[in-house]
């Protein structure tokens, strides 16, 4: 089965869950004012791809400050709020050292503009390497009685077909894409093949609540068989 967890990201879910304070997760200290542009963190990477624990806590850091610490795989969790402008990202394997500066694993410069509300994600690229990619979130009002949904293919996998209730929905979707549809609320089966193939199992029965964008994240790595999704869900405006 491919389909092992689904972990809810939502504030509600993250309360019930505990995803946000597992195994001594935790913030750190803001030591400038914060901005307007909503964040969300989530760590995709599975460490025994690496050859590590598969939890892989990590700190992160933005800009000069240490945002949180001992981050485990699994985690989504709201991030601080940005300032328009350029920011520098800093993922690192979680240590004690003072402000989030442990073994650097990944750095990348985002740009934020007004009016973005954003995703960042430290996950595999399709050749088995690890990337920091930065998502904007369609949280703009899908309609009466409608959700939306959005797939990311943060994975080693190549490129893949989403298919909701037996039918392709997303073609060809690659790693480190991303594309959303709004559909009426309700439950739908939803499966991933191989771009062109037959689906890998029998999928998730996923709810797609009026009034919200269900984000599917594709993780892990299909041939070590750690291949498996996240999910998120954000209140649209």
Known sequence: ????????????????????????????????????IPTRLVHGIDGTDLGLNQALP?????????????????????????????????????S???GCRGTLVLSQTIDVNFGDNLSLVAHQTDDGGIRLSKFTNDVRDAGVGNARVTVRHTADAPAVDIL?????????????????????????NVQIAPAGGAPL??????????????????????NSGSFDLLVDQLPLN
């Open 58 to 94: 990590v700190d992160i850091r933005i800009g000069h400050r240490c945002i949180a610490r001992k981050v485990p795989f699994g985690t989504i969790a709201e991030g601080p709020k940005l300032k328009p402008g350029t920011h520098r990202v800093r993922v690192s394997l979680a």
């Open 164 to 188: 909701v209730e037996g039918g392709v929905a997303i073609p060809g979707l690659a790693n480190p894409q991303s594309s959303k549809l709004d559909v009426p609320a309700n439950t739908y």
């Open 96 to 98: 004690n050292r003072k």
């Open 1 to 36: 089965m491919f389909f092992k967890q689904i972990v809810l990201g939502s504030s509600l879910a993250l309360a019930l869950s505990g995803v946000a304070v597992a195994d001594g997760w935790k913030w750190g200290h803001f030591k400038s004012k914060p901005g307007s």
């Open 201 to 222: 199992d029998a999928g998730v029965d996923l709810p797609l609540p009026e009034g919200a964008n269900t984000i599917v994240y594709a993780v892990g790595s299909l």
